[in-house]
């Protein structure tokens, strides 16, 4: 077969390494924009493998496909798969973690694990697959998982997709090719999941879970993971793995049943980097890294983990050309927002007329610190970086603007304690 890879980032590393061990010929397109896409010779390709950084063109030409649905496609085991706008690493590891201590060979895989095609031949029947779906990975997907898990939905990557409706599609896809054999588990208190759950042929499973019960909170009460949005992740992969696990019980009697072992996982779930995550404490002040935000929701959603505190924020980054005013409209009437610093091209755009803006991150770290010790320290103050904005104006990736943040902190501690 002769294969045609879009993109030379990891998956279409991981693509080039794949199809040359399987015996077949690989040809590398890189360093394109959308618009020199169609004059690329792609015609004679038996198989074009589009990364999820190239713009997928309406219509797809017949030979395009992508690593996510060439493993889709091959997966020897089942698959729960994890969409949503923010949440989906969290809900991943979380379901990961879960399954795992039930005894079974996990593989977290996609958007937030090593390249899908990498672990495909070593996967076995028996195993089960934890695919974490960018919108960009799901943008063209053709195969739904076993069980598709939905998290909420907002407006984003608005500056690759067509437009919403075009992003809305593309998640739509984790439970387009569904049965009712499938099961789909979806947040039930957005209108946009609930759109698609409608359409959706699936068992279909909502969560928040109405009147949380008792042995359900009491199991939440468990999970190391700060937050009511994560309890809401955690609700949504204690379902799934209810339904990969026991699917023929009642949920209730399946958490009372393995109350235990289910308590144990996760008050042991891993923290995963740049998500509302603890760095130093300076002179009675609290660092969280928050640099996994790049949306109004994620934003919103921290700003909520600490609402009896005051906390001097750090925002803004990437003008994508969303809407602002539902961002700006949180900082003027946001009373826990005792400074906001704000940097990159939104700063402008998101000025109050209190806001500060930084030329630098670490400009923006330090102004932060000397607004938070003139705080009253009984009140804790927190430092939260949560940009709500992408990161790609000032920095490589989300990454990159996280561990630069971490790193400033430090400094300052360092400072601090000569």
């Not at 750090?314 to 003008?319: H, L, N, R, T, V």
């Not at 005792?338 to 500060?356: C, K």
């Not at 400009?363 to 904005?389: E, K």
């Amino acid at each position: 077969m002769n294969v045609a890879i879009l993109g030379y980032g990891i998956e279409g590393k991981s693509a080039e390494k794949y199809f040359q061990k399987h015996g077949h010929t690989t040809q590398i397109f890189d360093h394109f924009n959308s618009q020199e896409l169609a004059s690329l010779p792609l015609d004679h390709f038996d198989l074009v493998l589009r990364s999820p950084s190239v713009k997928l063109p309406l219509p797809a030409p017949a030979n395009w496909s992508s690593a996510t649905n060439y493993f889709f496609e091959h997966c020897p085991a089942p698959i729960i798969a994890v969409t949503g706008t923010k949440g989906k690493g969290t809900t991943a590891t979380i379901l990961a973690h879960t399954l795992h201590a039930f005894g079974k060979t996990v593989h977290l895989l996609g958007n937030i694990g090593s390249p899908a095609l990498d672990s495909l031949d070593k996967i076995q029947s028996s195993d089960i697959v934890i695919f974490e779906l960018s919108s960009f990975q799901a943008w063209d997907l053709k195969i739904s998982p076993a069980i598709a898990i939905l998290l909420r939905i907002e407006p984003e990557h608005l500056n690759v997709h067509y437009d919403f409706h075009d992003y809305l599609e593309a998640k739509a896809n984790i439970t387009k090719h569904q049965s009712p054999a499938n099961a789909l588990i979806y947040f039930a208190d957005n209108q946009h999941t609930n759109q698609i759950a409608q359409q959706s042929s699936a068992q279909k499973i909502a969560y928040p879970v109405t009147n949380r019960p008792t042995i359900l909170a009491q199991t939440l009460q468990s999970l190391s993971l700060v937050g009511s949005h994560n309890q809401e992740n955690a609700e949504a992969a204690l379902l799934a793995a209810h339904q990969f696990i026991k699917p023929n019980t009642n949920f209730e009697d399946f958490l009372s049943q393995h109350s235990d072992l289910l308590k144990q996982a996760l008050s042991s779930i891993p923290k995963l980097p740049h998500r509302l995550e603890f760095v130093a404490n300076i002179n009675g002040v609290d660092f969280y890294d928050d640099n996994f935000s790049s949306s109004y929701p994620a934003l919103e959603v921290a700003l909520k983990t600490f609402a009896n505190r005051p906390v001097i924020l750090i925002a803004g980054g990437e003008d994508r050309g969303l809407d602002l005013k539902a961002t700006r409209d949180l900082f003027v009437h946001s009373p826990q927002i005792h400074q906001l610093v704000l940097i990159g091209e939104t700063a402008p755009l998101l000025a109050t007329p209190q806001a500060v803006i930084a030329d630098s991150l670490a400009t923006a770290v330090q102004l932060a610190f000397q607004s938070a010790i003139q705080v009253d320290q009984t009140f804790r103050p927190v430092v939260l970086m949560s940009p709500g904005a992408a990161s790609h104006d000032m920095f490589i990736d989300f990454k990159d603007r996280g561990q630069q943040f971490q790193a400033y902190v430090q400094q300052l501690k360092n400072q601090e304690h000569r």
